[in-house]
């Protein structure tokens, strides 16, 4: 099973910052486009950010101007960077991985790195 390693999260004051990182195998990191989805409680999980393999990022409106997702491909890691962050950005944060195998989406997820948002 592929698996991609977070790190990042935390605690931190509403108006904060934080930067999550993501690691993957090389062999998925170079042909996925990365992302980042979160899931607050009682809440479905949803898109914040991705980024294609030739960088292209795209983002909910929730977190345009504030987030910012970047790949570096020579460590085969996705960051994302929260400025601003707000109480409703409290959520646990999961890394994604989306190829294309054989015409098929396939889809790798890592285990969640939880985000507090609070004073």
């Known amino acids: 099973q592929v698996q991609l390693m977070e790190s990042g999260g935390g605690l931190v004051q509403p108006g904060g910052s934080l930067r999550l990182s993501c690691t993957a195998p090389?062999?998925?990191?170079?042909?996925?486009?990365m992302g980042w989805y979160r899931q607050a409680p009682g809440k479905q999980r949803e898109l914040v950010a991705t980024?294609?393999?030739?960088?292209?990022?795209n983002y909910a409106d929730s977190v345009k101007g504030r987030f910012t997702i970047s790949r570096d491909n020579a460590k085969n890691t996705v960051y994302l960077q929260m400025n601003s962050l707000k109480p409703e950005d409290t959520a646990v944060y999961y890394c994604?991985?989306?190829?294309?195998?054989?015409?098929?989406?396939?889809?790798?997820w890592g285990q969640g790195t939880q985000v507090t948002v609070s004073s």
């Open positions: 994604n991985a989306q190829r294309q195998i054989l015409g098929i989406q396939s889809d790798s």
């Open positions: 980024i294609t393999t030739r960088g292209n990022p």
């Open positions: 090389r062999s998925i990191f170079s042909a996925a486009t």
